[in-house]
C-alpha cells in the first residue's frame, strides 16, 4: 500500500540531485546548499522505503494519501551515540554539579552499581521508555553502548537488551575501570572474556579515552582485539582534556570520534585528512557546564561534523535532538542547515549507514513532521516540541494530526 504525503511546505531531503530540489544560496534557510530543500513538496511512501519526491504538482497517485497542510518536514533524526541501557538516576549528581562541583569521569560507578542490580526485565523496560521517548522526538534511528554493568555478564545482557532495539549496539566495556580492579587485569578482562561474550550483540566497540579512564595505548589493544572479533571501531576522545584520541582514531580511520572538545590544531588536520567524522555532543557541555568543542572552526577547516545526544544518565540526561540542534547553532557556531545535516545525514554516516538520513527513492521512509513552517524553528524555538508526527520505515509512530 503507497501513501502520499502533500502539502509539505518545505521538505529537507539532504539529497541536492533531488527532483525539484537546489541549493539555497538566496536565503538563510540553506546557504551552503546542504539540505536539498523543496518547497511545496510531496513524496510517496511504498513497502517501508521512499518512492518518490518532488513538487507536489507532479505528485503521482497513490493508494492513501496526508496532507502535511503546509508544514515543514525533515528525515528522522540518526542519533549515533547514546547510554541508554541503565539503572538508577543521577539527579543528585547533577543538582550538585550545578553549585560548583566538578564534572569527572568516575561518576559512572554510581550507575554501575543500580545498573548491576536491576533485573533483565527492569533493564529491558527503561530502554523501551527511553527509546519510545527518543521516537516521540524524532529520533528513527540510533545507536546503544553497553557500558554500565563491567562485568562479562552484565555487559553481554546490556548489549543483548540494546540488540532489541537498535542494531547499531557497541561494547563499551572499557567506560571506566571498576572499583578494586587493576587496570592491567581490567583491560586484559575487556579484550577476552567480556569482549567474547559480547561481540554476538554487537556491531561497534568503543573506549573512553580519557585521564581516569583509558588511555591511548589501551585504547589501541582494545580497539584492536574488538577488530578481531569483527567490531568496528568508534572512540570518546578529548572530552575533558587535550590528549592522543582523537589522533589514534585518525590513525585507525574510525568512522567517527565523539566528544572533540579540547582539539589542538594538529588533532584538526588530521581528522581533515583521515575524513574521521567528529560526532559533538552538546548536551553534555550544557549539562556539565564545560565549554562547547568549537564547530565553526572543525568545519571551516573541512572536518566532518556530526551531532548526537549522548543521553546518558550522568553527564547528559537529554534525548532531544532538537536541543542538540539549538545548542549547536546557539553556542557552536553552527549554521541551522549544517545542524540538521549533522543530527541527520552526519548522523547516519557516522553509523555507516547508507539507509537512513536522507529522504530520497530507496531510503528508509523515516519522515518527522514538524508543526512550523521551516526546519530553522528547531532553532529559532528552542525547548518547544514542535513534532506533530513521526514515520519510521513507512510506519507511523507517533500521533499524525
Ligand atoms: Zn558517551
Known amino acids: 500500500m503507497s501513501v502520499l504525503v502533500t502539502g509539505i511546505g518545505e521538505l529537507a531531503t539532504n539529497d541536492v540531485t533531488v527532483d525539484g530540489g537546489r541549493p539555497r544560496t538566496d536565503d538563510h534557510r540553506d546557504p551552503t546548499g546542504l539540505l536539498g530543500l523543496v518547497d511545496d513538496a510531496a513524496l510517496v511512501i511504498e513497502g517501508g522505503v521512499i518512492a518518490w519526491v518532488g513538487a507536489a504538482g507532479d505528485a503521482p497517485a497513490a493508494d492513501t494519501a496526508y496532507d502535511a497542510g503546509g508544514r515543514a518536514v525533515i528525515p528522522g533524526y540518526v542519533d549515533s551515540h547514546s547510554h541508554l541501557v541503565f539503572s538508577g538516576d543521577r539527579a543528585q549528581e547533577f543538582a550538585a554539579r550545578m553549585t560548583g562541583e566538578p564534572y569527572s569521569a568516575g561518576g559512572i560507578r554510581t550507575t554501575v552499581a543500580a545498573t548491576r542490580a536491576a533485573t533483565d526485565e527492569q533493564l529491558m523496560s527503561h530502554v523501551a521508555r527511553l ?47 571498576p572499583d578494586d580492579t587493576d587496570p592491567d587485569d581490567y583491560v ?43 567490531l568496528r571501531g568508534r572512540l570518546h576522545a578529548n572530552q575533558l582534556t587535550y590528549g592522543g584520541g582523537v589522533k589514534l582514531a585518525a590513525e ?59 543521553c546518558n544518565p550522568g553527564s547528559c540526561f537529554t534525548s532531544s535532538m532538537a536541543l542538540c540542534i539549538a545548542l549547536a547553532v546557539r553556542e557552536m557556531g553552527m549554521r541551522p542547515a549544517e545542524a540538521l545535516y549533522a543530527a541527520t545525514a552526519m548522523g547516519a554516516q557516522a553509523l555507516d549507514r547508507a539507509d537512513v538520513g536522507v529522504i530520497a527513492p530507496g531510503r528508509r521512509a523515516d519522515l518527522v513532521v514538524l508543526d512550523a513552517p521551516s526546519y530553522l524553528h528547531l532553532a ?22
Not at 527509546?131 to 548489549?159: C, F, N, P, W
Not at 529559532?380 to 494530526?401: D, E, F, H, K, N
Request: charged share 20%.
Open 252 to 310: 585507525l580511520g574510525l568512522v567517527a570520534v565523539d566528544h572533540c572538545t579540547y582539539l589542538a590544531d594538529d588533532d584538526v588536520s588530521a581528522l581533515v585528512e583521515s575524513g574521521t567524522i567528529a560526532t559533538l555532543l552538546p548536551g553534555v557541555e550544557f549539562s556539565t557546564r564545560q565549554p562547547y568543542p568549537d564547530a565553526r572552526a572543525l568545519l571551516d577547516a573541512g572536518v566532518r561534523v556530526a551531532l548526537a545526544s549522548d
Open 131 to 177: 527509546v519510545a521517548e527518543m521516537r516521540a522526538q524524532g529520533t528513527t534511528s540510533l545507536e546503544i553502548k553497553s557500558g554500565y554493568g563491567l562485568t562479562v555478564h552484565d555487559e553481554a545482557r546490556s548489549l543483548a537488551v540494546a540488540r532489541q532495539f537498535t542494531e547499531d549496539t557497541t561494547f563499551l566495556g572499557a567506560h571506566v575501570v
Open 380 to 401: 529559532y524555538r528552542p525547548g518547544v516540541p514542535l513534532v506533530t508526527g513521526v514515520w519510521q520505515g513507512g510506519r507511523p509512530v507517533a500521533p499524525l494530526s
Open 188 to 230: 586484559a578482562l575487556v579484550t577476552g572474556p567480556m569482549l567474547t561474550a559480547g561481540a554476538p550483540h554487537a556491531r561497534w566497540i568503543d573506549v573512553f579515552c580519557e585521564d581516569g579512564a583509558f588511555d591511548v595505548d589501551q585504547a589501541r589493544a582494545i580497539l584492536a582485539a574488538g577488530a578481531e572479533h569483527g
